[in-house]
């Protein structure tokens, strides 16, 4: 199956629509890394805009204060959650899990 082609202005129309979506999934993100937002807020606010829905479970995990690659890494594999996987594609009980693991921030939990 072929892509149709576009006209210059459908391809002007997607690219802005590319530009303003990773500028919203950036914005979610650093207001992650400021704690103007906790990860439950953005998985909640995940179920109704499709912008943030698309971002990443790993990116979103390691824009979290005092986590980084590694231990975003190994909580998802605890989790079983996949490397690939989009915030929009996490089920029930991995959210609540997610939520579980990073509710308490002021603490840097040690069992990981």
């Not at 009980?93 to 939520?99: G, K, R, S, Y």
């Amino acid at each position: 199956m072929t892509i149709p082609p576009l006209s210059d202005e459908q391809r002007q129309q997607a690219r802005h629509a590319a530009t303003e979506a990773r500028r919203r999934r950036a914005e979610m993100k650093q207001a992650l890394r400021s704690g103007e937002r906790s990860l439950a807020q953005v998985l909640d606010l995940a179920e109704s805009d499709d912008v943030i829905a698309h971002a990443k479970v790993i990116d979103v995990l390691k824009a979290l204060p005092r986590v980084g690659t590694v231990r975003a890494s190994k909580v998802m594999e605890r989790l079983d959650i996949a490397a690939n996987r989009r915030l929009r594609g996490l089920g029930k009980h991995q959210t609540a899990a997610l939520i579980a693991e990073f509710s308490d921030r002021s603490t840097p939990s040690r069992h990981s």
